[in-house]
């Protein structure tokens, strides 16, 4: 037996070293220019309370899957910083009564120092802060852009307000009604915006989701969100009066049945349409509903209404058509205003129902009308009754051709709705980007000129939310006030900020040209590095984060900056850790589980693959301490074997060979799935195999040994370092090449068969893995020859598995 013990504090400290002075991952070596590899980790908020061992796990698949592809020849980019602007930062200093610049930084040290440990290959000479004025007058510059553009606009209206954030919310970032952020129930207010016109690339977003390698429920979660659908606009006159009221409906073909209309609330027309009966009412409930967030509002049961007292004209059949409030429907879809043809919606049905209005059924299955409904015929297909000349159509039908039956007798139009909204891009915050935009008397909004950029944040003692709806930098006389780039007269800065997303949107494409102060990214380095091959981070950002980075993308590549409109090809979602009974790690449920003590305890190399032999990446996985023992075990046996072989100098056998070349297959086809939990079993069950033919044979080939560094070194980089040093070889590991396998060799000279009668095993017998049939038979008959007592029937054999002789 070896006397070398597995030391991993020595091991690791002696390749971190060699590694800081002889990086592994250059972009040329001695056969020149490699091609790129890019793989991306979502970069984190530099939270106070550092990472945990959760955290781990992302960055190890991304690290595990860099390293492989490095195996592999490529280049490999993977970068890493900090996404350090926003709600979580501020909050945090807020929470701990510093200033967001000084927690921030002393954060991003923490978490840097800890993810020094993981030992991924992140290159820090791209890493990018985004409270950097060298990074964030880019994200300025892309708003100019945009403003430009027409894409950036200023709107007032209703929004989501937080009043623990205090501070505005889009819609993506209200979760069950409540401060995705925070958990505080959100209400409405009403505050002049800065929005970013993302529904201009809505189809562009939906329809480019078929050329990305991304989880399937990722992509229907971005397109329902996108939410694209067919219909028709209708105008219904307002009885007595010059107003038009336009209703965006999927099922113009339902027009006959529409017997009430339903406005938002928020609605432009909702108060004028009050009557002196009702005006009390109608201002009480206009009142009450914008105390409410969308979420809530959709998800109400008990559905409320006021009656205006007003009429609208259906323009089909002339019928008076009442005007009634509900705060179930939103004033930011659509037109705000809807059709309700209760006898075929059960929200319709429920609140005609509740409300006494009439329930006039359209479709009909069979072309026969329900006697006294009790509910809503919600049916696309059946036959139209009720329905004036369309009598007797198929409604599947009639739904295609209505809207340009509508156009046609000019009350409508045939268009397409979505249900995604602009982006609300200000927030009444300090700790973000400036808006760079200067507010002028005589020239309205006027963008910050670019040779000017950045627009630095000012230094501030007081930080905290307002509450007022104004952001903090309102107060800052000397850096509001300013004079208009276009006419030089006095004029006003803007002073709400961005929101977190606007970094983090467009962050990879700095990376690789983070030195550059002329361009956001040169093309050279564009075209040779980007786009990202594979991203790697939790699904908590399948939309929002993904969709914004889609959207920034698509925009760069169409004013030229890159020539991609897709920023991420490959995605992949892994799973959380969480502690017991699955409860989500966190500070204040005390559960959170630091790497800290795991890596001074086992080595990095021991919790690296324990973070990936918790269950399958993609899944969630509950944390146990208790099982990184068996992997520390594990890397003690494999140095061990390699150790003792290494001394013995054995000539590899066919066993050997078989079973080195069986090894990289199930390797390989493991890791190229992406199931990293089996390669971590895999390792053990061939280090035990190899253990096994080591004591017969007095140690194992060196050239097995060699190959088996080679696989770990992705997922136990160290240990697999310096086995390679010690087996004789020169220069790092990873240059060795990912090993190949042949299937010929792989092949069993001799094989174990089961030996049936009628089915039932009665022995196993071995014999030449190429025999023939006859003679599987006769060496199974042999094996039974004492109990074959009868006629027999049928001789059959499995190749390679089974003889049954069927007897009588």
């Not at 909050?91 to 610049?101: C, E, L, Q, R, S």
């Not at 030229?560 to 989500?584: A, C, R, S, W, Y």
């Amino acid at each position: 037996m070896t006397a070398i013990v597995y030391n991993h504090k020595a091991i690791e400290k002696k390749w971190h070293d060699i590694w800081e002075e002889s990086p592994v991952n250059v972009r040329e070596d001695e056969n020149g220019k490699r091609d790129k590899y890019y793989c991306l980790d979502m970069f984190p908020y530099p939270s106070g309370n550092g990472l945990h061992v959760g955290h781990w796990r992302g960055y190890v698949i991304s690290d595990v899957w860099s390293r492989y592809k490095l195996q592999q020849g490529y280049y490999i980019v993977h970068p890493m910083g900090w996404d350090a602007f926003g709600l979580p930062a501020e909050n945090y200093a807020i929470k701990m009564g510093v200033h967001p610049a000084k927690s921030t930084a002393e954060n991003v040290a923490n978490i840097k120092r800890q993810i020094n440990e993981i030992a991924a290959l992140y290159d820090w000479d791209m890493e990018v802060n985004t409270t950097d004025p060298d990074f964030y007058k880019w994200t300025q510059w892309i708003f100019v852009k945009m403003f430009k553009e027409g894409l950036a606009y200023e709107k007032e209206f209703p929004i989501n307000w937080c009043p623990s954030c205090k501070t505005g919310l889009a819609n993506e970032e209200v979760v069950n009604g409540k401060c995705e952020r925070c958990g505080t129930e959100v209400t409405k207010k009403n505050l002049r915006q800065w929005m970013l016109k993302i529904t201009a690339y809505a189809d562009r977003l939906l329809s480019d989701l078929d050329k990305l390698d991304w989880p399937e429920k990722v992509k229907k979660m971005q397109a329902d969100w996108i939410g694209k659908s067919y219909g028709a606009e209708v105008d219904f006159k307002v009885e007595g009066r010059e107003d038009a009221i336009t209703v965006y409906t999927t099922r113009p073909d339902t027009l006959y049945g529409a017997t009430f209309m339903v406005l938002a609330p928020e609605h432009a027309l909702a108060a004028g349409l009050a009557t002196d009966e009702t005006r009390e009412a109608v201002e009480k409930y206009i009142n009450e509903a914008s105390m409410k967030s969308n979420v809530d509002r959709l998800q109400d049961k008990e559905k409320t209404g006021v009656f205006t007292g007003s009429y609208a004209v259906n323009p089909l059949n002339g019928e008076k058509t009442p005007i009634w409030l509900s705060d179930y429907v939103l004033a930011d879809y659509g037109t705000g205003a809807i059709m309700c043809v209760p006898a075929h919606d059960d929200r319709d049905f429920e609140f005609a129902t509740k409300f006494n209005i009439p329930i006039v059924q359209v479709i009909a299955k069979d072309g026969k009308e329900i006697e006294n409904m009790t509910e809503a015929y919600t049916e696309a297909a059946g036959i139209m009754i009720n329905s004036g000349e369309w009598n007797g159509m198929e409604s599947s039908v009639l739904k295609k051709e209505a809207p340009h039956i509508i156009e046609e007798r000019g009350f409508g139009r045939a268009t397409v709705n979505y249900k995604l909204r602009d982006w609300v891009f200000s927030r009444q915050r300090y700790w973000g980007e400036p808006i760079p935009i200067v507010h002028c008397p005589d020239c309205g909004a006027v963008p910050v000129p670019e040779e000017e950029l950045p627009l630095r944040l000012p230094e501030v003692e007081s930080y905290e939310p307002t509450g007022t709806g104004e952001s903090p930098l309102a107060g800052i006389d000397e850096w509001v006030n300013c004079k208009c780039p276009v006419c030089g007269k006095p004029a006003k800065r803007e002073t709400n900020t961005m929101p977190q997303w606007a970094g983090s949107s467009w962050y990879f494409l700095r990376y690789v040209d983070n030195h550059n102060d002329k361009e956001l990214v040169s093309r050279e380095k564009a075209d040779a590095m980007l786009p990202v091959d594979m991203y790697i981070g939790g699904v908590e950002h399948a939309v929002l984060h993904l969709l914004y980075s889609r959207f920034y993308t698509k925009f760069l590549c169409d004013i030229g900056v890159v020539d991609f409109d897709e920023p991420f090809h490959k995605l992949f979602n892994q799973g959380m850790i969480t502690g017991k009974n699955g409860i989500k790690m966190s500070k204040s449920k005390g559960n959170v589980v630091s790497p800290d003590d795991l890596v001074r305890d086992y080595g990095c190399d021991s919790l690296r693959m324990y973070e990936l032999f918790v269950g399958p990446p993609e899944l969630d996985a509950e944390w146990d301490d208790r099982g990184i023992d068996g992997v520390y075990r594990f890397l003690k046996k494999v140095w061990t074997l390699t150790m003792d072989s290494k001394e013995a100098n054995v000539t590899a056998t066919k066993e050997m060979i078989k079973f080195r070349n069986k090894m990289v297959k199930d390797i390989t086809t493991r890791l190229e799935n992406f199931s990293l939990n089996t390669v971590i079993s895999g390792f053990m069950e061939y280090n035990n195999k190899f253990a096994e033919i080591a004591r017969k044979a007095g140690g194992i080939d060196l050239e097995t040994m060699s190959q088996l560094a080679v696989l770990l070194s992705p997922f136990a980089p160290h240990i697999a370092e310096e086995l390679w040093q010690q087996l004789g070889h020169e220069g790092s590991v990873f240059k060795a090449g990912w090993p190949t396998y042949d299937e010929s060799l792989m092949k069993d000279d001799e094989i174990e068969v089961a030996v049936q009668i009628n089915g039932k095993t009665k022995a196993v017998v071995t014999i030449p893995a190429d025999a023939a049939k006859e003679d599987a038979i006769a060496a199974g008959k042999e094996a039974i020859a004492d109990k074959l007592t009868g006629n027999v029937v049928k001789e059959i054999y499995v190749p390679g598995r089974i003889v049954n002789i069927v007897m009588k």
